[in-house]
């Protein structure tokens, strides 16, 4: 492997390319646009512009990533996590190419991508999933009957969901009805995306970072803790898991080592479970690539675990893990605002300050005026911090959290503070005081402050941001040659030179250059209740609708979930009426106070908000329903 091009952005592109430079392997990067000013983009040794601004066109397009590899003669694609990372379809491109693929083979991700097929998989391993039925239901009485026997509450989860998408819990025979009927009808009949598990009331999360070559070795790296989530997405890590039995520990591997070796899986991977307080270990789901907590398992054993994906990639020998050393936590860094339910927000990073010293690592994607656009991914980095016990490592969060400063979007770092102040989280977790549902039940529970959904900087103080003159003796042009990039270096007094024969003077560095304005997120009233009309409270795409004209709703009845920033929210309704047009339907991108919905509101709520002299509350909220364990 002599040129690695890195199939994605942000800070797991910048990772890759570390590593890669040591082994002495050059590196492409690819990037879009709003990227082009990006440190990974700076940082690989060529890197090429997708042109476009979305994701298809740009870091899902595998036709033009491949492309890219052919000009720039790179010989293996690392895809990083999340975009086409698990598509066997890009995974089979990349080798019909005559390119080394870094990951497992194309049908492993076949057997594991499908949540269905997962399950079945699992069972022939001899791993137990969840209970539920493993095959499409499109039968109300089937799912009736299957919620009677094992009582309710019963998860019903899309077969291609992830990260927390796709899941519904359904607390009775009327709430499952509603569902049959609202996705055997109001979505063209996609029924048969969907399968049944029952709903584990409490449980942790917990996960194996394993690795297996080709000549058949396996190890698990560390085990690792994920139950700190919001909205079934993972905000903390730690490792190795805590509080585990060595017979818990013992079950782990067994299933992972099972798990690997029924697929033939040459590769990293993590192997994820639900472990309940009657230390049942149930199988949810294999990610077949490299994940954004792997880091918290490279500080407890010592190994970096891109080398190993590379080595394994070319056919050499793992590395057989060494027992942990220590603990590690991983925050990740967001553009979320814990005072709106953690919401997403964007705009410009005014300022950035990282926290230093023994046991910090940052593993950041973006730098001061970088534009967090709501366009991509929230996150914008990890925080990682690593001691010599479980206690050690908390203080050492504390410390980190209070040297760091992050100024222009807003971070999840005050939710931090509170987490990892909190008994619950510091305490014996054998109680199972912190399961999945342990910090929304806990911090996000509460009314927003405000409708916005993230608090980003104006568009004028972006702009402004450029009156300050550059204080460096050199400047830095970027420039595109058939859309590769090339950095060109002037010094300062040959730009006084041309800024004396041009315009008499020197152009100001502009902040957002190659950016442009729509990259700026614009501040807004986020989600009203309007003239009837319910509005989004961000730029989102409609993933479901869920009621019809003429449906009669309660306040607090779900009525449009929002994919933003690959962050689901949920939008109910403000007061009881009767459903008078939808404006919206799946896969509609909508800007921050368009039209959802139309309500005719009831008499009666009109009369209650008259006696209460306010307007009719706010239509959004950030949180399913379905929080309660």
Same mark, same amino acid.
């Given at each position: 492997?002599?040129?690695?091009?890195?199939?994605?952005?942000?800070?797991?592109?910048?990772?890759?390319?570390?590593?890669?430079?040591?082994?002495?392997?050059?590196?492409?990067?690819?990037?879009?646009?709003?990227?082009?000013?990006?440190?990974?983009?700076?940082?690989?040794?060529?890197?090429?512009?997708?042109?476009?601004?979305?994701?298809?066109?740009?870091?899902?397009?595998?036709?033009?990533?491949?492309?890219?590899?052919?000009?720039?003669?790179?010989?293996?694609?690392?895809?990083?996590?999340?975009?086409?990372?698990?598509?066997?379809?890009?995974?089979?491109?990349?080798?019909?190419?005559?390119?080394?693929?870094?990951?497992?083979?194309?049908?492993?991700?076949?057997?594991?991508?499908?949540?269905?097929?997962?399950?079945?998989?699992?069972?022939?391993?001899?791993?137990?999933?969840?209970?539920?039925?493993?095959?499409?239901?499109?039968?109300?009485?089937?799912?009736?009957?299957?919620?009677?026997?094992?009582?309710?509450?019963?998860?019903?989860?899309?077969?291609?969901?992830?990260?927390?998408?796709?899941?519904?819990?359904?607390?009775?025979?009327?709430?499952?009805?509603?569902?049959?009927?609202?996705?055997?009808?109001?979505?063209?009949?996609?029924?048969?995306?969907?399968?049944?598990?029952?709903?584990?009331?409490?449980?942790?999360?917990?996960?194996?970072?394993?690795?297996?070559?080709?000549?058949?070795?396996?190890?698990?790296?560390?085990?690792?803790?994920?139950?700190?989530?919001?909205?079934?997405?993972?905000?903390?890590?730690?490792?190795?898991?805590?509080?585990?039995?060595?017979?818990?520990?013992?079950?782990?591997?067994?299933?992972?080592?099972?798990?690997?070796?029924?697929?033939?899986?040459?590769?990293?991977?993590?192997?994820?479970?639900?472990?309940?307080?009657?230390?049942?270990?149930?199988?949810?789901?294999?990610?077949?690539?490299?994940?954004?907590?792997?880091?918290?398992?490279?500080?407890?054993?010592?190994?970096?675990?891109?080398?190993?994906?590379?080595?394994?990639?070319?056919?050499?020998?793992?590395?057989?893990?060494?027992?942990?050393?220590?603990?590690?936590?991983?925050?990740?860094?967001?553009?979320?605002?814990?005072?709106?339910?953690?919401?997403?927000?964007?705009?410009?990073?005014?300022?950035?300050?990282?926290?230093?010293?023994?046991?910090?690592?940052?593993?950041?994607?973006?730098?001061?005026?970088?534009?967090?656009?709501?366009?991509?991914?929230?996150?914008?980095?990890?925080?990682?911090?690593?001691?010599?016990?479980?206690?050690?490592?908390?203080?050492?969060?504390?410390?980190?959290?209070?040297?760091?400063?992050?100024?222009?979007?807003?971070?999840?770092?005050?939710?931090?503070?509170?987490?990892?102040?909190?008994?619950?989280?510091?305490?014996?977790?054998?109680?199972?005081?912190?399961?999945?549902?342990?910090?929304?039940?806990?911090?996000?529970?509460?009314?927003?402050?405000?409708?916005?959904?993230?608090?980003?900087?104006?568009?004028?103080?972006?702009?402004?941001?450029?009156?300050?003159?550059?204080?460096?003796?050199?400047?830095?042009?970027?420039?595109?040659?058939?859309?590769?990039?090339?950095?060109?270096?002037?010094?300062?007094?040959?730009?006084?030179?041309?800024?004396?024969?041009?315009?008499?003077?020197?152009?100001?560095?502009?902040?957002?250059?190659?950016?442009?304005?729509?990259?700026?997120?614009?501040?807004?009233?986020?989600?009203?209740?309007?003239?009837?009309?319910?509005?989004? *409270?961000?730029?989102?795409? =409609? &993933?479901?609708?869920? !009621?019809?004209?003429?449906?009669? @709703?309660?306040? $607090? #009845?779900? %009525? +449009?979930?929002?994919?933003?920033?690959?962050?689901?929210?949920?939008?109910?309704? *403000?007061?009881?009426?009767? =459903? &008078?047009?939808?404006? !919206?339907?799946?896969?509609?991108? @909508?800007?921050? $106070? #368009?039209? %959802? +919905?139309?309500?005719?509101?009831?008499?009666?709520?009109?009369?209650?908000?008259?006696?209460?002299?306010?307007? =009719?509350?706010?239509?959004?909220?950030?949180?399913?329903?379905?929080?309660?364990?």
């Amino acid at each position: 492997m002599k040129k690695l091009l890195i199939a994605n952005r942000g800070e797991i592109a910048l990772r890759v390319i570390r590593t890669a430079r040591e082994m002495g392997i050059a590196t492409v990067a690819v990037y879009s646009e709003s990227d082009r000013d990006s440190p990974f983009a700076q940082a690989a040794d060529e890197a090429y512009r997708l042109p476009g601004d979305t994701y298809a066109e740009t870091y899902l397009n595998g036709d033009l990533i491949i492309d890219v590899a052919r000009r720039a003669k790179a010989d293996a694609i690392h895809p990083g996590y999340g975009f086409l990372s698990e598509v066997p379809q890009f995974a089979q491109a990349v080798l019909d190419a005559g390119l080394t693929w870094v990951g497992p083979r194309p049908g492993v991700l076949v057997d594991l991508g499908d949540k269905i097929t997962a399950r079945r998989f699992a069972e022939r391993a001899d791993v137990p999933p969840v209970p539920g039925i493993s095959e499409p239901v499109t039968e109300i009485g089937t799912l009736l009957r299957f919620a009677h026997d094992y009582g309710y509450p019963v998860m019903l989860k899309r077969t291609d969901g992830g990260g927390g998408h796709g899941i519904t819990v359904v607390r009775d025979d009327d709430a499952m009805r509603s569902f049959f009927m609202s996705h055997d009808a109001l979505e063209g009949g996609d029924l048969d995306k969907y399968f049944v598990e029952k709903f584990v009331s409490q449980s942790r999360h917990v996960e194996t970072q394993c690795g297996r070559d080709s000549h058949g070795n396996f190890t698990v790296y560390s085990t690792r803790d994920c139950s700190v989530q919001r909205r079934n997405q993972k905000l903390i890590e730690e490792a190795p898991a805590p509080f585990l039995t060595d017979k818990e520990n013992a079950r782990l591997t067994t299933y992972s080592r099972r798990l690997f070796e029924a697929a033939n899986y040459v590769g990293l991977g993590t192997c994820e479970f639900m472990l309940t307080p009657t230390a049942d270990i149930y199988f949810l789901e294999v990610n077949p690539r490299l994940q954004v907590e792997h880091t918290v398992s490279e500080e407890v054993c010592g190994i970096d675990l891109v080398r190993e994906q590379l080595a394994i990639a070319q056919g050499g020998v793992l590395t057989q893990a060494p027992e942990p050393r220590g603990h590690s936590f991983e925050l990740r860094i967001t553009s979320e605002n814990p005072e709106t339910n953690l919401a997403p927000g964007s705009g410009t990073i005014e300022s950035i300050h990282f926290p230093s010293g023994p046991g910090i690592r940052v593993d950041f994607g973006v730098t001061q005026g970088s534009v967090i656009s709501p366009k991509f991914d929230s996150m914008m980095g990890k925080i990682i911090v690593t001691a010599q016990d479980r206690p050690a490592a908390i203080a050492r969060v504390l410390r980190a959290l209070g040297e760091f400063r992050l100024d222009g979007v807003p971070t999840p770092c005050p939710l931090f503070d509170k987490v990892f102040r909190d008994p619950d989280f510091v305490g014996d977790g054998r109680d199972f005081s912190v399961t999945t549902k342990w910090l929304e039940r806990k911090y996000l529970t509460k009314e927003p402050v405000s409708s916005k959904a993230g608090q980003p900087a104006s568009l004028s103080a972006a702009i402004n941001a450029g009156d300050a003159e550059p204080r460096r003796s050199r400047e830095s042009f970027v420039f595109e040659v058939n859309d590769k990039r090339v950095q060109v270096t002037i010094p300062d007094e040959f730009i006084g030179v041309l800024g004396a024969r041009g315009h008499g003077g020197r152009s100001r560095v502009q902040p957002l250059r190659g950016a442009g304005t729509q990259a700026v997120a614009r501040q807004h009233d986020g989600a009203g209740f309007r003239d009837g009309n319910i509005c989004s *409270p961000m730029q989102a795409v =409609v &993933t479901r609708v869920n !009621v019809a004209v003429g449906t009669h @709703v309660d306040k $607090g #009845d779900l %009525l +449009v979930v929002l994919e933003s920033m690959k962050m689901e929210n949920y939008v109910y309704a *403000p007061t009881a009426g009767t =459903v &008078t047009d939808i404006v !919206v339907g799946p896969a509609d991108g @909508v800007e921050a $106070g #368009d039209p %959802l +919905v139309s309500i005719d509101v009831d008499a009666a709520s009109r009369r209650g908000a008259a006696a209460q002299g306010s307007p =009719v509350g706010s239509a959004a909220g950030h949180q399913g329903r379905e929080d309660s364990e």
